[in-house]
């Protein structure tokens, strides 16, 4: 055991070694590591159980958010502010560690390796835009009920209404739907993005409370074969060349993981685990 100081400063894996039973220290800890799981639910929901991301994000989104924020305050009032520092660290590093990330996955994309802006799927996917379990991901993309109707509502019309229409010349009146599909797509890809950091800062706060941050190499491992083994589960890989590009991006984001939290929280760890 340690002080009831630095009691708080353990990541999971120092509690279980030295046997802590403290619900001080679990209590909290879990409903963040609650949280951090509950934040990519809905992309696996989506591709595995066809339950649409239009319907589960705006639930579990916000609830994973609110879950990190009340453990946090529910530590502080046991003294402990420490799991709030952490999940500070863990935000900063997170958007630069996804941010890495990104810049992998455009070197991909120009290069023909990976063959979709994920965060624009996202973005897509939330706003029902994407058929739950298809689209882009798995090449075999199903238009909405709403985008089928449109369609078919284009397909069926007669031809004198688009002679009609050619008649109108300069009477012309503008598509409202033309004029607002730029505004449309732009809320969406940053809707996208934005689901995309937040899941990339629960990663990390993943990793700070499974690990710590002296342990900074296993960033790494744990964002290859833990966080992007998961992402295969959900959404699969195109080809072998994207599988490999897709572990480095991911070993990648671990590394810078590692190292911005080490810089901030490595120096205030315990010295044994």
């Given amino acids: ?60 989104w916000p609830l994973s958010i609110l879950l990190v924020i009340g453990s946090a305050i529910l530590a502080a009032k046991s003294g402990n502010r420490h799991l709030a520092k952490m999940a500070l660290v863990a935000a900063v590093a997170g958007y630069m560690a996804t941010a890495t990330y990104d810049a992998t996955r455009i070197m991909g994309m120009s290069a023909g390796v990976t063959p979709m802006d994920e965060a624009v799927d996202f973005g897509l996917r939330i706003t029902g835009q994407t058929a739950p ?21 284009r397909q069926t019309a007669r031809p004198d209404e688009h002679a009609g229409d050619a008649h109108q010349g300069d009477v012309h009146q503008p598509d409202v739907h033309q004029e607002a ?6 809320s969406t890809v940053a809707l996208g993005y934005a689901w995309h950091y937040s899941n990339g800062m629960m990663f990390s706060l993943g990793y700070l409370l ?31 060349a994207n599988f490999i590009w897709e572990a480095v991006g991911h070993a990648a984001f671990g590394l810078t993981l590692g190292l911005v939290t080490w810089a901030f929280l490595g120096g205030n760890e315990p010295a044994h685990a």
């Fill in 1 to 60: 055991m340690v002080d009831s100081v630095r009691i708080y400063e353990l990541s999971f894996l120092d509690a279980f070694l030295q046997r802590e039973k403290s619900l001080k220290f679990w209590l909290p800890h879990l409903l963040a590591l609650a949280g951090a799981v509950l934040a990519p639910l809905p992309l696996v929901l989506d591709m595995k159980v066809h339950v649409g991301m239009s319907a589960t994000v705006p639930v579990l």
């Fill in 133 to 153: 379990g298809h689209g882009p991901t798995h090449g075999n993309e199903q238009p909405t009920p709403e985008a089928r109707s449109g369609d078919d509502h």
């Fill in 181 to 186: 599909a730029p505004a449309r797509q732009g």
């Fill in 210 to 240: 499974l690990f710590g941050a002296r342990r900074w190499p296993w960033a790494i491992p744990y964002m290859v074969f833990v966080i992007y083994s998961g992402m295969i589960f959900a959404v699969g890989v195109h080809s072998m």
